[in-house]
């Protein structure tokens, strides 16, 4: 045993030892968890050289890193990890405060023409249902475009809660919900049925991609944003998970980036 692992264990045990109370305790407990999530090789549970995964997700989600294409093979249970554990949730949750506290700050039109703009996967949606099969690997194995459609096509995604809440909020304020998603006008009538399923109700607007809509993510969500701003509508409000969602013009008197490492969408 290393001098480093026996320093640590010893530490560990006495964080433990003092700790007085249970938000102590499972403070401590997280510590130990998140070392355990750091990647590790072989029996002995070498380091992988030139991998940490916390500073991976940081640059994936400050868009320091751009156009990749799969989660790094040894991240894969530290994503994992990410996406079905608590972190995920209180991750959302503080972009949902943010939002909502945001929300109920402004001063509205009052003539029907305030409008909060929602990507839906990963956002109000989430596929991590999908994104947790073997055949997946939560991003690390490459992507499928069949199998991710017949999942699409099967209507099952759950909502994340803490957004549905900024939509709950966005809609009791009188601001008109546009759904903006890069999914094909094929599924319009399975996404529909989901939303009312997974508890989303009267949007405004539930925009999907067309055969005329070409470009880039960036160059699709933009165009559709210019279409409602030169329809006379003010973007108050712009929640997505991926930065195509907001960047490019018009996007929105505010925006809001909810955490997502399982893919990128440019």
């Known amino acids: 045993m290393s001098s480093f692992t026996i320093l640590f264990v010893f530490a560990t045990i006495v964080a433990l030892a003092l700790a007085s109370t249970s938000d102590n305790v499972e403070a401590i407990s997280q510590v130990v968890e998140i070392h355990r999530l750091r990647p ?43 996406m079905l554990g608590k972190q995920y949730r209180h991750d959302c949750e503080a972009v949902a405060d943010a939002a909502i506290e945001y929300a109920k700050g402004l001063k509205l039109g009052g003539d029907g023409k305030d409008v909060w703009v929602f990507d839906v996967d990963e956002t ?28 699409i096509a099967d209507g099952k995604l759950p909502a994340i809660p803490s957004i549905r ?54 160059e699709y969500k933009s165009s559709k944003r210019t279409e ?17 969602d907001l960047i490019g013009e018009n996007v929105g008197a505010h925006t809001f980036k909810v955490p997502d490492p399982m893919y990128y969408v440019g």
Do not use: M
């Open 124 to 151: 109000i949606l989430s596929n991590i249902p999908f994104f947790a099969r073997c055949d997946v690997a939560f991003g690390a194995l490459p992507y499928n475009a069949t199998k991710f459609d017949e999942w």
């Open 228 to 244: 409602l701003v030169k329809a006379g509508y003010r973007i108050v409000g712009n929640i997505g998970d991926q930065w195509s």
């Open 40 to 82: 590790q090789t072989g029996s002995a549970g070498h380091r992988v050289p030139q991998v940490d995964c916390l500073s991976w997700r940081l640059a994936v989600e400050t868009n320091n890193l751009r156009d990749w294409k799969l989660v790094p093979k040894q991240c894969e249970n530290y994503v994992g990890h990410y």
């Open 165 to 218: 809440c900024v939509y709950n909020t966005v809609l009791s304020l009188g601001i008109k919900p546009v759904l903006l998603t890069g999914a094909t006008e094929n599924f319009r009538q399975s996404r529909t049925t989901n939303l009312k399923k997974a508890g989303y109700r009267n949007w405004f607007k539930l925009i999907l991609r067309g055969d005329k809509d070409t470009g880039s993510a960036v």
